[in-house]
């Protein structure tokens, strides 16, 4: 049963680590589709840097991490679950003060059920590393 959780939970942090890369992606080096796409108005070439090095360094970054705890292990839990966390964090304070969008409530339990999954998995692996 333990083994089927596990790789249940490494399905879907994989899953959510690919759901990052495109935007990640796209807003690095095509946000012009991101922002007609969500209604974002940039009026300066800084504007635009700052979102590409802002957004997509972060998804990116947020997913290669969560891969490298996929495949390389504990190590890359705790700088995982910093940049998750962070993300959540902010998009809450987003909410209470800035008000809501379906896709703030969606990044938001996406988010927060990432890092669930990401204890589970590191709670899991840890238990079966003591066990061997």
Do not use: C
Request: charged share 10%.
């Amino acid at each position: 049963m333990k083994n089927t959780i596990t790789w249940v939970l490494r399905i879907f942090i994989g899953i959510v680590g690919l759901m990052l890369l495109y935007p990640g992606f796209m807003w690095s080096f095509m946000p012009e589709a991101n922002l007609l796409q969500n209604s974002i108005e940039v009026n300066s070439i800084l504007g635009i840097n700052f979102l590409k090095s802002g957004m997509g360094t972060a998804l990116l970054t947020t997913a290669i991490f969560m891969f490298l705890f996929l495949f390389k292990g504990e190590k890359w839990f705790l700088p995982s679950v910093i940049l998750m966390a962070t993300f959540l964090l902010i998009r809450v304070v987003s909410l209470i003060v800035d008000g809501s969008h379906t896709l703030i409530i969606a990044g938001i339990l996406v988010e927060f059920i990432s890092l669930i999954a990401m204890w589970g998995l590191n709670k899991l692996q840890r238990e079966n590393h003591s066990q061997q």
